[in-house]
C-alpha cells in the first residue's frame, strides 16, 4: 500500500484527493471518495451558509471519515466562509486568491478552527505565496485540468512547485486519472494526486448523464482553453481561463468575444437551460485532456481503489523490473 505524508497529515488511506468543484459537488460524491480511503472534497463558493450546512450534514450522515470544504478565494462570500469554519471541516481547500488578497487572515481562521489548509495554484509564484501564508499542503494544478487552469503544463509545474515549497508537501493536480498518473506524480515529487474529470464520470457524481458520457467519448483532444464559460456567466476570474468541451457554444464564440459581452445575459440563460438539459452541444462541461483516458462511470470509491492499486504495482513491480541487477 501506497502511504506518503498527507496519508498522515489528513488520517486518509489514499494519497488521493477529490477536487472541490463547486458546480458538480454533490454530498454522495464526497462521502464516496473519503469513505473508500480517498480525500472527498465539496465546492462551497456557489452556497448560502444554509446549504453548506445541509450539505456538511448529508455528507457527515454518509462518512465519518475526513473531508474537505472548497471555497475560491476571489468569490468568497464572508457569511458562507463563516458558516464553513463553524462547521470544523477536516479540510479548508482553497484556490484562486486575487493578488490583492491577504492568505494569511483565511489561513489563519481556519487553523484556529482545528482545520488543515490547502491551496491550489497553477505558477510558482502563487504557491510560495500560500506557502508563506501557512498553507499546510500545496496543489500544484497543471493546465490540461478540468475548469479553471493556469499556464502551466503539470510536467513542468509539479517538481518546480516541489522545489520551490519544499518541505510542505505537494499534491498534483492537471491531467490525473489513473494508477500511471499517481506514480508519475509520486516520482515527480509530489505526495499524491487530487482528481477533478476523472470523478466527474462516477456514478455519484451529480452530472447530467450525457455529460458523463460526453467524458468516455472524448479522446482528450476535444477540449479548449478560453473565457467563454466566465464571459457568459459574468466572471473575471485572477489570472485564469477554463478548459472545457469545445462543442456548439464554445465555437459559435471563438474569436467573437465582444460579441458575447453584448449578449451576455441571454447567452447566459441559454447556456444554464442547456446544463439542465443535458444539451451538450450546447451546455458548458469543464473537463481535462484526461478525458480521453476515461473509459467508463464507475463508483467513485472503486476509481480511487483503482488508482491506489495500479499506481502500487507500477512502483512494485513495473518500475523496479527496469533496474538492472
Ligand atoms: C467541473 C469542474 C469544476 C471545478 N470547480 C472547482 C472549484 O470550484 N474549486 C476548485 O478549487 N477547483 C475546481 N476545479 C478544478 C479541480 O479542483 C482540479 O484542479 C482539476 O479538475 C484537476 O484536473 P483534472 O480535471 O484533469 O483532474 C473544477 C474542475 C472541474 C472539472
Redesign the pocket.
Known amino acids: 500500500m501506497i502511504r506518503t505524508t498527507v496519508c498522515d497529515l489528513f488520517d486518509i488511506e489514499h494519497p488521493i484527493a477529490l477536487?472541490?468543484?463547486?458546480?458538480?459537488?454533490s454530498p454522495a460524491l464526497t462521502a464516496a471518495v473519503s469513505r473508500a480511503g480517498g480525500l472527498g472534497a465539496m465546492?462551497c463558493?456557489y452556497l448560502t451558509p444554509e446549504q453548506i450546512r445541509e450539505r456538511t450534514a448529508a455528507t457527515r450522515k454518509e462518512t465519518n471519515k475526513p473531508f474537505g470544504l472548497?471555497f475560491?478565494l476571489f468569490d468568497t462570500r464572508e457569511d458562507s466562509f463563516a458558516a464553513a469554519l463553524d462547521l470544523r471541516p477536516a479540510v479548508m481547500?482553497?484556490?484562486?486568491a486575487r493578488a490583492d488578497q491577504d492568505l494569511k487572515s483565511y489561513f489563519d481562521r481556519a487553523h484556529e478552527a482545528g482545520c488543515k489548509i490547502t491551496y491550489?495554484a497553477g505558477a510558482v509564484p502563487e504557491t510560495v505565496r500560500a506557502a508563506k501564508a501557512g498553507a499546510d499542503v500545496i496543489?500544484a494544478?497543471?493546465s490540461?485540468?478540468?475548469?479553471?487552469?493556469g499556464w502551466m503544463g503539470s510536467l513542468p509545474l509539479i517538481p518546480m512547485v516541489v522545489d520551490a515549497v519544499g518541505p510542505i508537501p505537494v499534491l498534483a493536480?492537471?491531467?490525473?486519472?489513473d494508477g500511471r498518473g499517481l506514480a508519475a506524480a509520486l516520482a515527480l515529487g509530489a505526495q499524491g494526486i487530487?482528481?477533478?474529470?476523472?470523478f466527474?464520470a462516477s456514478v455519484e457524481s451529480p452530472l447530467h448523464q450525457n455529460f458523463k458520457r460526453a467524458i468516455v467519448d472524448s479522446d482528450g483532444h476535444d477540449t479548449q482553453l478560453s473565457e467563454i464559460p466566465d464571459i457568459a456567466a459574468g466572471l473575471v476570474w485572477p489570472g485564469a481561463m477554463t478548459?472545457s468541451r469545445r462543442n456548439k457554444f464554445v465555437e459559435r464564440w471563438s474569436g467573437r468575444e465582444w460579441a458575447l459581452r453584448q449578449n451576455r445575459a441571454e447567452a447566459n440563460a441559454r447556456l444554464r437551460a442547456a446544463r439542465e438539459a443535458g444539451d451538450i452541444d450546447e451546455g458548458p462541461?469543464?473537463?481535462?485532456?484526461?478525458a480521453g483516458l476515461i473509459r467508463d462511470i464507475p463508483p467513485a470509491a472503486e476509481l480511487v481503489r483503482r488508482i491506489a492499486r495500479e499506481a502500487e504495482d507500477i512502483l512494485a513491480r513495473k518500475l523496479p523490473s527496469l533496474l538492472a541487477s
Do not use: C, K, P, Y
Open positions: 477536487g472541490g468543484m463547486g458546480s458538480a459537488s465546492g463558493h472548497n475560491l481547500q482553497f484556490a484562486w491550489m496543489i494544478q497543471g490540461e485540468g478540468g475548469g479553471h487552469v493536480a492537471g491531467g490525473f486519472a487530487l482528481l477533478g474529470t476523472r466527474l478548459r462541461l469543464s473537463m481535462g485532456q484526461d
